[in-house]
């Protein structure tokens, strides 16, 4: 079947129309015309595979890296600023679809310093392909896996160190996971920041012997090695039990603008480390001195303890209590005695802080299923004079909008790219009462 496209999609995927029905299409441009096979069709969309392409667009590049290209990468065929526009305009048209936001209010996209090796820290599953241990990527939606040898997006350290550890491992006769035998390696996590790596090997349930940690440990840069055990065939999740230290320090220590962080094994923190910096940067710059600030998902704390010097008290809400330490800790470690950090449901939180001080600005961070129900009514009922509200999805964030804007205005959208590459836009988004 033969379709034209006309726009890229939230995921990267071309989107063209039959009989004004939208077609979903990996590996399209807008402004090409393809042949198509359909895999699946619903009262209100279809999804189609690419069998070839009939008109190619001019903004199209031969991808450096085809195989990431097609597991999360899909925008490697697109050349960057042809990128970052099209990024403005997923941005654009997410804000004025859902939200009613209109264009004006968008501000020029922050474009990334760096456009490959940015990524500070990789979960790759790992099989064995000829005999040898390997990374590489699944298809998704299947159990088809894809050996991938070198990931463009990878930061150069991080590549190296990856590597390194797969030598060590084969040498060393390692196996990869088996479901029978409940043992071997499922993942590998790694993160490399300023030089630093801290590993942690995803396995059975097993003991890793003492020759593979000492010679892992010996790595240059290497501070941490520590183990999880998952043997549940059905989750998605990586980490399984706790990781356990088994070699190093139990954090990993890094800098961000002035603030020293301690990251545990299974901490989230952001993956493109100076754009966040900058973009953390913007999101503080935004806020107006005052006696009462509030970071509801703060995770590790880092945008808490950044902010400290804007507010008499600043409250950290996070639900995952090992962040909710290591946020306690940053606070000590950095010597900052204003903050504090409450375990509990963003939501909950917040109406507990609110009973007991008046919240002048709230700043939240949340997944990319946007803020609930439940946490929109209760800003709705706490009414913080102002918002500064960081997204990394477009349409859940013009959602919350359409709700917020009941009784707050939009100032102004900042977008950033954080991920060159792929489809993502992260954006900060200042609201003011009234």
Known sequence: MKVEFKKLGINGEGIGFIKRKPVFCDGVLPEETAEVEIIEEKPKYVMARLKRLITKSPERIESPSPLEQAHGCPLFILDYQKQLRH??????????????????????????????????????????????????????????????EHFLIHDPKLEEIRKEILRILNEEGYDAYNQRSQKGLRYIVLRVIDGKAQCTLITGKEHIPSTIIDRIMEIPGMESLCQSFNTNRKTNQIFGSPAKVLAGQNTLTISMDQVQLQLSAESFFQLNINQAEKMYQMAISKIDPCKVLVEAYCGIGTMALMAKDKANVVYGIESVPSAVENATNNAKLNNITNTEFICDDAAHGLRKIAMKKTVDCLLVDPPRSGMDDEMLNTIMHVFPKKIIYISCNPSTLAKNLKVLKQR???????????????????????????
């Open 87 to 148: 990024k403005q305009d997923i941005l654009e048209q997410a804000l004025y679809k859902y939200g009613n936001v209109k264009r004006s209010f968008v501000r020029d996209m922050h474009a990334s310093e760096k456009q490959v090796g940015y990524r500070s820290q990789c979960k790759l599953p790992v099989q064995k392909s000829h005999d040898i241990l390997v990374n590489g990527m699944y298809e998704p939606k299947t159990n088809h896996f894809h050996p991938i």
């Open 408 to 434: 707050y205005h939009v100032v102004t959208v900042i977008p950033y790219d954080l991920f060159p590459q792929t489809p993502l836009v992260e954006s900060i988004t200042v609201l003011e009462l009234g």
